[in-house]
Structure formats: C-alpha cells, structure tokens
C-alpha cells in the first residue's frame, strides 16, 4: 500500500469502522446478558458535557464521509443523525462505507494539493490544501471519536482490548516461526 | 504539505503533541487551583483495568518515536518509563520530540516500501511495509492514546475541548471575510 488519499481513506479508516462495528456487536451481547436496555450504552457519555455514544460514531462517520467528497471534489451528502440504538449505529457506519466505497481510486487524482474550503461552526471556515486537511483534520477527528467511542464502552464495562480496536490489523501480524 | 511519512510525523504528529504537553499545563493549573495532589490526575484510569495517564502518554510518545526510527531503517531508542507527574509527561514528550526531530527528511526515503519486521508482545511478530506500518498501526495506535489522554482528563473534569485537542489547526480556520 501507498499513502495515498486512497488507500488511507478506503483501506485504513473503513477498516476501523469495520473493527468498531463489531465492538458495537459485543456491546449489543453485553447488554442483552446484563439486561441493560440497549439504549444506556448509546447514550453513555464519559462526561455530562461530552457527546454520548451516538454522537461519536455519528461525527466518526461523518469525518471520513466528509473526506471522501471534499477530497473529490464534491459537497458531501448529507445524512440525518438519528441513531438510538446500537443497531442504528451499525447501520450508520455500513451507510458510511457504502459512500465512501462508491468513490474510485481515480476520483482522488490530484487530492493532495486540491484546495479544500470548508464551513465550520459560527463565522469559521477551514481553508487548506487536500493533504492538510486529511492529515490535520480528518486523521485527528476521526481516531478521536472512534477512540472516544471505545473509551465510554470500556468505562461501562464492555470487555474489549487493542485487538478489538485493530481487529483488521490481524492480517500482518504472525507468531516468530 | 504532502502525505509524506516526514509531513505526518513532523508536521501533523509533533504538533499534536505539543498541543497535548499545552493541555497538560491546563491540568496542572486544575490541579493546584482545586488542590488536588498533581499524582491523581497523572495516575487516573477510565476503568480499573486500563492504563493510567501517564502510561497513555507514554505509549504515544513510544508509538511516534518508534515509527520515526523504524522507517528510517533504524533500531528505536529506548526511553525508560518512569514518569510519575504532569511536569515529568511534559519532560516525555519534548525529550520524544527531540528525537524525532533529529530525522531529516531524507532518512525517509523509500521509507513507504521499506520492510518493517517488529517485535510485539508474547511471539508475534508485525511484518509489512512502511507505509501499512504507519498508517494501521502507527496513526491508529498514536492518536487511541492521545485521545484516551484527553478523555481521561476531560472525565476528571478539566475544562478543555476540540480547540486545545487541536490547538495547531488554528493556522488554517478562520473567520468568513
């Protein structure tokens, strides 16, 4: 592989969603054993002024979503943010990959240098080239949520572990012969 | 910027850093200002049985010196952790700037088809090229353990969000004219 706009969006961050998808799995297992209702853990939060699951995963989403249509040179689509159950958050994130997917390789010729203006919050806008924006915004963004995502099941109780996390990253990582 | 291994390690993942080493002087102005022993934060979990924030910060540290060394085809150097405060995290994370930092760009080149081969725990082993190496273990890993850093700050009560997580992207938002 390359670090091309590509490969990292399609071959790095879908996989990652892939890996939280199935954490979402054993939180769905978890809660169905504790005889939690399966909305506290979407709606847990690490503090009452952060986002609460959903939130994360919705804005995870959205930053590799945003990315792929920014990078080629499009206004991304817009998905509601309606998720409430553990469910509705896997379909969210094979709603994302599914977008992300339907961009080809050929759609990124020139993203690194393309030049990205992007509308933030209040007055602020994001202005840079492709590369810093994937690098310095969508890179940090993303890993955040998902991180975040993963720290509020683990605070809960949830038994899951790096190779969760990276459960994709099994594929180059063997026993010493 | 390009998506060189050199941009994302000097130019996207020092930075981040340096943006954290500022939210640890917010946390140690939190400590003193609530009198709080400047060892509980340094030593505060999100969940018995996950790593305490100095070794979050520690493992982030390790996972961008590491790369720094490993895809300039060289042996890491060790770094010991012994860190028991905010003040000795801060020290961690210059002392790892420096070292990456010493690397010019040029020890990186062809660092993206380089083979890496690099031990883990127990028997395995992780074996693949550069650019696979920094972008599913190196970015994935770095950014979990400074998010979880900041999450376990933010969970403890300290007063900081996405503009001190990202307190280096300033140079690129700005108001609409």
């Keep these: 592989m390359s670090l091309s706009v590509h490969a990292i969006l399609t071959e790095s961050m879908v ?13 769905a297992a978890f809660a169905e054993t504790k005889k939690i209702d399966p909305t506290v853990l979407a709606s ?28 080629a040179g499009q206004e991304p689509q817009r998905f509601d943010d309606n998720e409430k159950t553990l469910d ?4 969210r994130i094979a709603k994302c990959i599914g977008y992300v997917e339907s961009f080809p390789a050929s759609a990124y010729e020139g993203a690194e240098t393309r030049k990205i203006v992007m509308p933030l919050i209040e007055k602020l806008v994001l ?20 991180a975040t995502a993963y720290d509020i099941l683990r605070h809960n109780g949830l038994d899951i572990g790096k190779r969760d996390y990276l459960a994709h990253v099994g594929k180059f990582v063997h026993e010493r012969g």
């Design 15 to 27: 996989p990652m969603l892939q890996s939280f998808s199935a954490i979402l799995d054993k939180a």
């Design 44 to 71: 847990a939060r690490l503090a009452p002024d952060m986002f609460p699951l959903t939130r994360q995963v919705q804005i995870a989403c959205d930053m590799l979503k945003n990315a792929a249509a920014y990078l």
């Design 127 to 146: 202005e840079t080239d492709g590369a810093q924006y994937l690098a310095d915004w969508t890179i940090p963004h993303f890993y955040f949520h998902v």
């Design 88 to 91: 509705d958050l896997k379909a």
